[in-house]
């Protein structure tokens, strides 16, 4: 059965690094471990309390696998809820694929994709909703998604729905008492203190909802869009708000043979690069593709970098003419990105062609990939677009798809009742509709009981002939 | 002097016991009733009505399944109401006021007339039990009766225990033996039993009361009936009346609180929040200084009154002079004081869905024995009993209603999947799924399933299914009838409706709120099509609710569905809990007593909570 065998599993992540951490975790664990473990001080590891720490060897007969740091939690006090065994060994591969190995021998299973917090939660250790937030805690890469991750895996995100869906408990309570005890003189609270409570949910549901577009972005990174033609300069800009942040890039091959995403880490935020052909209207049918592809890609985007070569501006004929054109059809065809226009190669233009560009595109951005000039205030730039007010006020952003379905069935349900008390639906109707927001609350929370409502009703009402 | 065996043998005649004897006997068992007393089948032992709030919705299932307990309120109404008229159709709920003596008779006159069904007066104090199976009972005189099945419906009797005042003895009722041995024998089996109090206000001489200073409360103008079958509305009824107590009053009782055994520690179990007793109310809502009181006639004929709303167990002296200072009352005569009444009942959590105990087999408990309060609970418990008992006899299928079904099986699931703490009554809120349980519906709903196992009649069913095609083909009707602007538009406008400009299909009005059947038989061609189709007022009723909350309707289906699934996802009868580590520690110990047959069952475990319902869905393999 499930929970009975021992699971072991790389902690850290796969590749080499200073130090790895193995962990194993199951009733066995502690043995298992324990008979290749050799304490340098002669500790037996079965024989130890939970939280302590030991320096010691892994040894296979006269084989010593490595000199590790044993750190032992034992059940229920610890992540899994069973008896764990983090084993900190060095650092390559080899080392831990050896120790791993030894222990798959000797009655450790290999623990699959996200078997550890699944234990957590069957053991009672996590809610449905914290474990998700590990889930996506180790899949964050940015400081922000981290923040994100840890505030909900602390409970702040059930905690603000639980606060909803006590208030609305109430509310359904009332209803009820009206529905039940009709025959009764008992005080129903007056209405416009029930459509104040709807307005006050309303309010907190649209705006958990409506961060859900921030902290999708947030962990998937915020999509930029650079158009511009070859050779203008964006694998350098690339680089040089690469080399600034010192963040990591990861090359994800785009959807299309054309199109290259970088991500990139500023400030803390994930930023997404989509590189794009530009815009010119041309008759040349590959090129049209190519320009289709591109209204696609700002389609997708949240910020439109419109890149340019600076010295290319001033070769021959109407190009700064065309450029504005061009800006403007963009403006008017994506009113509600933000789009900035950044003019490469500053460091190759003469004293005249800056200020004619100054006059010209004002609002455009003058920067050198190459000597860095400039980067930094692209950087400001780019942070600045993005609105981040709400992650510094430390408040709850929704990230979890599950959840914005949920919020926005409850909103949908409590807008019915909104419009049900306006046109004058019965209170049974309208109690439908409560008890569906209920129940999508609960979605979130994990709890849902017609008897609250009754316990509710009796607690606090008189009642009864 | 008996039948060598019986089939099945019900212990007790009151609501429970009743309706489990006719059904088992109309069913085709022999059937024998024993009660303490022949004069009290179909006792009202406290307010002289049925039906009410939900409650209505259960006779009205009652008597769609074929119990009798529908026909007997209509034949010994005085008074009827629908109530909650005003908010949507799953609340109308149906209560008739009844002339106690009446309804009692009219109950032994339906058993009289039940083939299969003998009597016998005496007091069963004990079980035959062979091989954890109940083959009979033992009464007082040391008589055996063998049977096949047994049924208790107790009530309050077993080691009943009366108080007024400081007063306190031993009874079932007032003026009525307490029955003893059954409780001590089924602990002996290995059963939990538990103590439950209930009480009832004084009843008074209507001679002695100033009506003219009351509130009068008429029945309806145009009263409606419980039964499907062809049973009589009223042609004249009798009215009740409020009063209400005062601050002077809550006075005078408090100077009995000392001797009052609610708060001088002698009655230790609980009784039902939502039927206090006058003291407990005063006490806990100690802000109000009025509480409503209404006056009720026990019949048609005499003058003995219920003082509904004033249950108590004060002193009869506290009782009486402050009784004396309620509006109207100033001359009061007492008939008999009221009382509280402490009983022994048995945590239903014992029960399986059929109400068969699991400890010993073909043994059913129905009623106050389980833990609930009111006639119409304890009566659909009897009939679900009796229904049971007789199935099980002839090795067919149990007969169990989902809670999507009926307010039944809502009642019953809650009761061997919850147990009770206090009282259980029926609320419209217990059921998730109350637009679908309505009071109009109980037949579509219910006469096909009794029909199928034997209970209901043809003729029950023949009616049924009448109604259903003549409502279905009115349904049609208005969706497929056009009517002109200005046909309907006088209607709309006399609802503060938006006014139509082409003429649209009937039901696009119909269905707009405030616009009711009434509106519409205002049109030629809808109340032609009533006439030439001889449409009742169930048909005409039945449309109404189908076309104007058709949404609501499907939306509860749905929500439903859904539940189905959980339903649907069986736990093994042996399944050992205790090697899941990863439940909760009271879930854990709550699974193991109860026993849920289904994850959806278990999932309403009160401790169960959603993450220990996920764990098991992991075990099931979901």
Redesign the interface.
């Known amino acids: 059965m499930l929970l009975k065998d021992t699971i072991i599993a790389l902690a850290t992540p796969s590749g080499a690094g200073a130090i790895a951490v193995i962990r194993v975790s199951g009733v066995d664990a502690i043995s298992i471990v324990g008979d290749f473990f050799k304490s340098i001080h002669g500790k037996n590891l079965t024989k130890q309390k939970s939280h302590t720490i030991m320096l010691g060897h892994i040894v296979e007969g006269n084989k010593t696998y490595d000199q590790v740091l044993v750190s032992l939690f034992k059940n229920p006090h610890s992540y899994t809820g069973e008896d764990v065994v983090e084993i900190s060994c060095h650092g390559s591969q080899y080392i831990q694929q050896q120790i791993i190995q030894l222990f798959l021998r000797n009655g450790c299973r290999m623990a699959d994709a996200g078997e550890f917090t699944l234990r957590a939660f069957l053991n009672g250790k996590l809610d449905l909703s914290q474990a998700e937030a590990v889930a996506d805690l180790i899949a964050s890469d940015n400081e922000a998604s981290h923040q994100i991750a840890i505030q909900q895996m602390r409970g702040g995100f059930s905690n603000e729905i639980k606060t909803l869906r006590d208030e609305l408990l109430n509310f359904a309570s009332l209803i009820e008492l009206e529905l039940d005890f009709t025959e009764e003189d008992v005080e129903f609270a007056n209405r416009d203190q029930f459509k104040d409570l709807l307005h006050r949910i309303q309010n907190v549901l649209r705006r958990l909802i409506d961060s859900f577009a921030v902290g999708n972005v947030i962990k998937n990174g915020i999509p930029v869009a650079i158009v511009g033609e070859p050779n203008v300069g964006k694998s350098t800009l690339l680089n040089a708000l690469l080399n600034e942040e010192r963040a990591i890039v990861s090359e994800i091959a785009g959807t299309t043979r054309d199109t290259i995403e970088d991500e990139i880490s500023i400030g803390g935020l994930g930023f997404r690069f989509i590189d794009t052909a530009g815009i010119r209207e041309t008759e040349d049918v590959v090129e049209g593709i190519g320009i289709r592809k591109t209204f696609e890609k700002i389609e997708q985007a949240q910020v439109v970098f419109y890149l340019v070569d600076g010295c290319s501006l001033f070769v021959d004929g109407n190009h700064l003419e065309n450029l504005k054109v061009e800006i403007e059809k963009v403006k008017n065809q994506y009113p509600l990105k933000q789009l900035l226009v950044v003019i490469n190669k500053k460091d190759m233009l003469s004293e005249v062609n800056l200020s004619t560009i100054n006059l010209q595109l004002a609002t455009a951005l003058l920067l050198s990939a190459k000597t860095g000039e400039g980067v930094e205030e692209l950087k400001n730039q780019l942070l600045q677009f993005v609105n981040t007010g709400t992650l510094r006020n430390n408040e709850t952003i929704v990230t979890n798809t599950r959840h914005y379905d949920s919020l926005i069935k409850a909103l949908e349900s409590v807008e019915k009742v909104n419009f049900g008390m306006d046109d004058g639906v019965s209170s049974d109707l309208l109690s439908l509709d409560i008890r569906e927001a209920l129940n999508h609350f609960g979605e979130i929370t994990g709890e849902i009981t017609s008897d609250d409502l009754l316990g509710n009703i009796f607690a606090n009402f008189c009642i009864g002939k | 002097m008996f039948e060598k065996e019986y089939d099945v043998i019900v212990v007790g005649g009151g609501h429970a016991g009743a309706e489990a004897a006719a059904a088992a006997a109309n069913m085709g068992s022999k059937t024998l009733l024993v009660t303490m007393n022949l004069q009290t089948i179909g006792q009202m032992s406290c307010n002289p009505a049925m039906g ?3 409650k209505g919705q259960i006779v009205r299932e009652i008597d769609a399944l074929g119990g009798y307990s529908g026909i007997v309120t209509d034949k010994s109404a005085i008074q009827f109401k629908m ?2 008229k ?3 159709p ?2 109308w709920s149906p209560r008739a006021q009844n002339d106690r003596m009446r309804f009692a008779e009219e109950w032994r006159l339906m058993l009289e007339n039940t083939p299969n069904c003998d009597f016998y007066q005496e007091m069963v104090n004990g079980l035959l039990v062979e091989n954890g199976k109940v083959c009979g009972v033992k009464t007082s005189l040391g008589i055996e009766v063998r049977g096949k099945a047994v049924v208790l419906t107790n009530g309050t009797f077993l080691n009943g225990l009366i108080h007024i005042g400081e007063k306190q003895f031993g009874g079932g009722r007032a003026g009525e033996k307490a029955a003893t041995g059954i409780t001590e024998q089924l602990l002996d089996f290995g059963f939990e039993s538990g103590r439950m109090k209930t009480g009832t206000p004084p009843r008074v001489d209507g001679r002695s009361l100033d009506y003219s200073k009351m509130i009068l409360q008429p029945g309806d103008a145009i009263p409606e009936k419980f039964s499907y079958t062809k049973t009589k509305t009223l042609k004249t009824q009798r009215d009740c009346h409020m009063t209400h107590t005062s601050a002077l009053v809550h006075d005078l009782l408090k100077e009995g609180f000392d001797r009052s055994p609610m708060f001088n520690g002698r009655i230790k179990s609980i009784g ?5 007793s006058i003291e407990d ?1 005063i006490n ?2 100690a802000d ?1 200084d009025s ?2 009181l ?1 006056v009720e006639p026990e019949g048609w004929n005499t003058v003995e009154v219920y003082v ?2 004033f ?1 108590t167990s004060l002193p009869e002296d506290v009782q009486f002079k402050a009784l004396r200072s309620v509006v109207g009352f100033e001359n009061v005569k007492f008939f008999r004081p009221g009382y509280a009444i402490e009983y022994d009942y048995f945590p239903p959590t014992q029960l399986k869905h059929t109400l068969e105990t699991k400890l010993v087999e073909n043994l059913y408990f129905a009623g106050q024995i389980n833990g609930t309060t009111g006639y119409e609970e304890a009566a659909s418990q009897g009939l679900m009993a009796g229904i049971n008992a007789h199935l099980k006899l002839n090795k067919k299928e149990d007969f169990i209603l989902k809670r999507d079904e009926a307010y039944i099986g809502v009642l019953i699931d809650d009761l061997i999947t ?1 147990g009770t703490e206090e009282p259980y009554r029926m ?4 059921a ?1 799924y ?2 679908l349980l309505r009071q109009d519906n109980a037949d579509l709903r219910l006469t096909p399933k009794g029909y199928e196992i034997g209970l209901a009649g043809k003729e029950r069913l023949k009616r049924m299914e009448e109604k259903q095609e003549k409502s279905n083909a009115f349904i049609k009707f208005f969706e497929k009838t056009s009517v002109l602007p200005e046909d309907i538009n006088p209607i709309l406008e006399s609802v503060d409706s938006a006014l139509v400009k082409q003429s649209d299909k009937m039901v696009k009005a119909f269905s707009r ?2 616009v009711t059947m009434n509106h519409m038989l205002q049109l030629k061609s809808v109340s032609a099509f009533v006439e030439e189709n001889s449409l009742d007022r169930e048909v005409l009723e039945q449309t109404e609710v189908q076309v104007k ?1 058709s949404g ?1 309707i499907a ?2 289906k749905n ?1 439903a569905d859904k539940l189905h699934r959980l339903e649907d996802v069986k736990i093994p009868e042996n399944f050992d809990y205790s ?1 899941l ?2 439940l ?1 520690y009271e879930a854990r110990e709550k699974l193991e007593a109860i026993r849920p047959v289904t994850i959806a069952q278990a999932s ?1 475990i ?1 401790g169960v ?3 220990d319902i ?2 098991l869905l ?2 099931m393999g979901r």
């Open positions: 009410g709030i939900a109530l909650n005003s908010k949507g799953a609340m039902p929040r939502y039927c206090p109310k806990r809502f109000k509480h409503q209404f509904n709303g249950s919850k609320f419209t809120s217990r998730e109350r637009t709120p405030k909350y609501y939306k509860e929500n090697k580590k990863s909760s309403r009160s909570s959603p993450s996920s764990v992991v075990f």
